[in-house]
């Protein structure tokens, strides 16, 4: 996965235990709340909107734009289908139905820490989330069947694949949906997995900052829990410093 920059901060075991208790609960209430963003904007991201007839669904309407949707969608598909996904290049309209559903995944990413000779730490972000059209495929089946974890079932990674990438289609050709999306205090990037061959998806990250603990606490809670897995931890007293682009956008235009 892209390398990731993160700030560092010492912490002691009864420090960490009350971050970690406020960390939980806003992570559940940024979840809760990007849920509902998405059930209000649901009608704005039609999957047939997007891509016309070259998708199957109940209304089959020509959509102006759909073909250089489309094409999008092509270019896109073929450059990471391959290797690591063994998919074939070539999209045949029309594709199965995109289910109109948007789904939210915390933002997780790998850590080698250095004082340890371990598999890597897979770390969680309570205030990231990849936005897609939901899918039989989430990202993280995706991941095992790369893996080896779980089996590999082609039409599964394809659709999964193609939902990603509609989403990133959907922001590149609509812009006015990316501003909504900031207007709601979201940071709005496309970011390639590396270890998803690269392929782009849409991260959305509410304005509040997170930090990690030293590689070696970070030893010490992974080797007690047993579980190689740890979350970032929320800077509370960062929360009363939270942007406002708005208030920032007309101070600017009035200075």
Known sequence: ??????????????????????????SHMLAKRLKDHLSVLKPLFLPRKLLGTYIKSSSQQEIHGSDKAFAKLQEK??????KPF????????????????????PFQYT?????????????????????SFQSECPINRLRGMLAGTEGRQIEDMRQALI???????FLELFPALT????????????VELSNLGNIPVVILTAP??????????????TQL???????????INALDNIPDPLADALFKATS
Request: include cysteine; proline fraction near 7%; charge should be negative.
């Open 208 to 221: 509040i900052p997170t930090f990690l603990p030293a590689d070696n606490f970070i030893t010490e809670i």
């Open 111 to 131: 850590l080698t820490l250095n004082d340890s000779d371990d598999k890597p730490i897979t770390i969680t972000s309570p205030t990231r989330f990849i936005l």
């Open 86 to 105: 063994g998919l074939s290049k070539k999209l045949q309209p029309p594709l199965p139905a995109i289910s109109n559903q948007i789904e939210s995944t």
């Open 77 to 82: 598909y073929g450059a990471v289908c391959e």
């Open 163 to 169: 939902n990603h990438l509609s989403m990133v289609i």
């Open 179 to 190: 501003q909504l999306l900031k207007d709601l205090r979201y940071e709005v990037e496309i």
């Open 225 to 235: 829990s047993g579980i190689p897995a740890f979350q970032e931890i929320i800077d």
């Open 1 to 26: 996965m892209e390398e990731i920059n993160i700030e560092r901060k010492s912490l002691d075991s009864q420090e960490f235990l009350k971050l970690r208790q406020a960390t939980d609960t806003i």
